[in-house]
């Protein structure tokens, strides 16, 4: 629970409620609703773990905020998304009706989302399977499959598998996973810049050094202080 002033309002709420939903409770001291309401949603919002951030306004003391969501009375609950208004209530409400009012605001997770969980939890190709036979194009599933099918030698499988998203940091990885397991390339901490090493003099006239070379850089990720210093090698041998 966070105290909001009208000069915290645009960072706290409106900046914010870009990453979660906020919840923003308007209430004064001499309210008595509020003061009965207030530990209410808190318990509420508390129970999200995260999902959901709460926010107080004192009215008395932010006049800006109470006349940004026009409020007449208090207590005064609005919930904001993306920096939109999207549900509100006005006055004391019970316990339930909290609960239900933030339920509102946290996307539930639906069948395929629980398949993909139970396929990533336990490494479960089958649940994985289930998800994208619902949805072909579900990214997550996608590409852990296609880390599981890497992992057992399948990389023809993964590979086709991965072409079926769009190309992100992520899939270029596993898919330079898959290609050099393809190979058996056997990739391991010391052992990469001998590889590395041995395949620049081939670089310029051989498409699958070449390949290959990337591929490795893609393992290595661009916070490795090598893949800087190799990307110029490789850039220096082809032009």
Not at 227 to 238: D, I, P
Request: hydrophobic content about 45%.
């Amino acid at each position: 629970m966070i105290d909001v002033t009208d000069a915290t309002f645009d960072q706290e709420v409106i900046l914010r409620s870009a990453e979660v939903p906020v919840v923003v409770d308007l209430w004064a001291p001499w309210c008595g609703p509020c003061t009965t309401l207030g530990p209410i949603i808190e318990r509420v919002v508390d129970a999200t773990e995260g999902a959901v951030t709460l926010v107080k306004v004192n009215v008395d003391e932010n006049p800006s905020i109470s006349a940004g969501f026009q409020v007449q009375s208090i207590p005064a609950v609005f919930a904001l998304k993306d920096g939109k208004v999207v549900s509100s209530f006005i006055g004391a409400q019970s316990e339930q009706a909290v609960t239900d009012f933030v339920a509102g605001l946290v996307s539930q997770p639906n069948e395929v989302d629980l398949l993909v969980a139970h396929g990533s939890e336990t490494g479960s190709e089958e649940s994985l399977r289930q998800a994208l036979e619902l949805q072909p194009d579900h990214a997550d599933a996608i590409c852990t499959l296609a880390g599981l099918l890497t992992a057992r030698g399948a990389t023809d499988e993964a590979i086709a598998l991965l072409g079926r998203v769009p190309e992100t940091p992520e899939t270029r990885r596993l898919l330079a996973e898959a290609r050099l397991a393809s190979r058996q390339v056997e990739v391991s901490g010391e052992g990469v810049d001998d590889l590395l090493a041995g395949l620049l003099d081939r670089v310029k006239d051989d498409t699958d050094a070449r390949q290959e070379f990337l591929d490795l850089l893609e393992t290595l990720g661009p916070d490795d202080p090598r893949t800087a210093g190799y990307r110029k090698a490789l850039a220096a041998r082809l032009f």
